[in-house]
């Protein structure tokens, strides 16, 4: 059971990569209220392949009750978040989900199309930071991934409080949003990341994947009573 969530019957976690998903299974041990799935890289593959297991899930009666996506990320420095600390979003951003324009970047939600952002539940956010001593702040989904120090900046500029960068959390957030709306449920979505680099210039040789996929066993382990 986690511990730090125990009002959650059946979790679903969503990784993207078949490594991400075995970090996770190394802490939750194979635990029957978890099902861990590597869901592909990408707001879109990670939508997908929510939708399919909650769906799946919920036509044979045991439906989910807590959506988690995770995964490693980029970490903003600029914020202190260095490489293996652990991240939770309290916001779930798409952040390159818009339009280019003369006055600057326009999300979907600006442009009246949509929403750009999920907001996790406020306690068990809280609950799990504690139980992890991980940071909290704007978890930013983008479909590419930042290289370099001016698109960084840039993401800052709009998002003063994020604290990592990854690919999936607003898809599978979107996944469970759409389907908690059809069948008239709470689902809450979380967003749990461990850092293996700096976003920014991309430099792949200060890359520590290794380490982040350990914190990343770390942080579930201490979720799991």
Do not use: C
Not at 7 to 17: D, H, I, K, T
Not at 92 to 108: E, Y
Not at 173 to 192: K, T, Y
């Amino acid at each position: 059971m986690l511990s730090a969530l125990s009002a959650y019957r059946r979790v679903l976690v969503v990784a993207a990569v078949p490594a991400e998903r075995e970090a996770v299974l190394a802490a939750t041990g194979g635990a029957p209220q978890f099902d861990v799935l590597a869901g592909g890289v990408g707001p879109a593959a990670a939508a997908a392949a929510t939708a399919t297991a909650l769906v799946t899930a919920a036509e044979r009666a045991h439906p989910y009750d807590l959506v988690v996506a995770t995964g490693i990320a980029g970490g903003f420095a600029a914020h202190g978040v260095q490489i293996g600390d652990t991240v939770l979003a309290d916001r779930i951003v798409a952040a390159d989900l818009g339009a280019r324009t003369p006055d600057g970047f326009a999300s979907v939600a600006e442009l009246g199309f949509g929403t750009a952002e999920h907001t996790p539940p406020p306690h068990p956010v809280r609950a799990a930071a504690e139980a992890t001593g991980a940071r909290t702040g704007a978890v930013l989904s983008v479909s590419t991934v930042t290289g370099t120090r001016e698109r960084a900046e840039e993401l800052l500029a709009r998002h003063p409080d994020a604290a990592a960068e990854a690919m999936e959390g607003f898809g599978v957030a979107q996944a469970a949003a759409a389907h908690a709306a059809a069948r008239g449920i709470a689902l809450p979505v979380l967003e749990l990341r461990t850092v293996s680099n700096a976003v920014g210039p991309r430099d792949r040789a200060a890359w520590r994947i290794p380490d982040a996929l350990a914190a990343l066993t770390a942080a579930f382990g201490k979720l799991v009573a």
